[in-house]
């Protein structure tokens, strides 16, 4: 069975700042990897995805995450946090099958 | 190019009432997914589909809760009757079609339905 684990539910940064939102995860098989954004009621959007590739992956808004396997690790970065980056954040694996396991999920904000 | 399309996406109803929710999936996906998020129990999934055979409906809490997909372009979601902690947002979201051997399995959501039930 596969899971995730989000560290901390909420996350402060100030404008500038690096953003680093972190997510372990478990998978009895080489898994798929997300991370989704959620603003405020919206839905979820997907910013990036491990599909066994490269192990950086870079996704939209200037995120990327890189896949660790030895500490199975998917944390996800962003070298310059915005105003805009306020948003709540998701990780998910897959198993290779249809379904998505989510995280709890952590709330990004941003300080002036 | 139409994403995930949603309707209602507001509703308030009474206790006791009928109430359905209703998802258009992107053109040519596969999946369909059902989820409802609330504060105290985040992100679940109710039911799944592909093409249009539920395959997972372990999330649905009772049944009160049904699901349908009578097309790949419909689906609804309903609850006879409903209850004030149904109270939620429902997500509709869809999965492309597979291109090879690997699938992405990357979900597209909806804006999703604001359920209050009083």
């Known amino acids: 069975a596969q899971s995730v684990t989000q560290l901390g539910s909420h996350v402060s940064v100030s404008e500038g700042a690096l953003v680093l939102l972190r997510c372990n995860y478990s998978s009895s098989v080489p898994p798929y990897l997300f991370w989704y954004v959620q603003y405020p009621n919206q839905g979820l959007q997907l910013l990036l995805k491990y599909t066994s590739a490269a192990t950086l992956v870079k996704g939209i808004n200037g995120f990327e995450a890189e896949f660790k396997k030895s500490e199975t690790s998917f944390h996800l970065t962003k070298p310059s946090a915005h105003m805009s980056d306020a948003a709540e954040y998701f990780c998910?694996?897959?198993?290779?099958?249809?379904?998505?396991?989510f995280g709890s999920g952590t709330r990004l904000s941003i300080r002036p | 190019d139409a994403g995930v399309i949603q309707s209602p996406r507001h509703e308030v109803t009474e206790m006791g009432q009928e109430v359905t929710l209703r998802c258009k999936p992107i053109s040519g996906h596969n999946s369909l997914f059902w989820y409802r998020q609330t504060m105290m129990r985040g992100l679940e999934l109710l039911i799944y589909?592909?093409?249009?055979?539920?395959?997972?409906d372990s999330g649905m809490p009772e049944d009160r809760f049904s699901a349908k997909m009578p097309n790949a372009s419909f689906s609804t979601l309903k609850i006879q009757p409903s209850e004030p902690r149904d109270s939620a947002v429902y997500f509709c979201?869809?999965?492309?079609?597979?291109?090879?051997?690997?699938?992405?399995?990357?979900?597209?959501f909806g804006p999703g339905t604001r359920l209050t039930v009083t």
């Open positions: 998910a694996v897959s198993d290779q099958t249809s379904k998505i396991i």
């Open positions: 589909f592909n093409n249009n055979v539920p395959i997972d």
């Open positions: 979201a869809s999965s492309p079609r597979s291109s090879g051997v690997r699938q992405t399995y990357e979900q597209y």
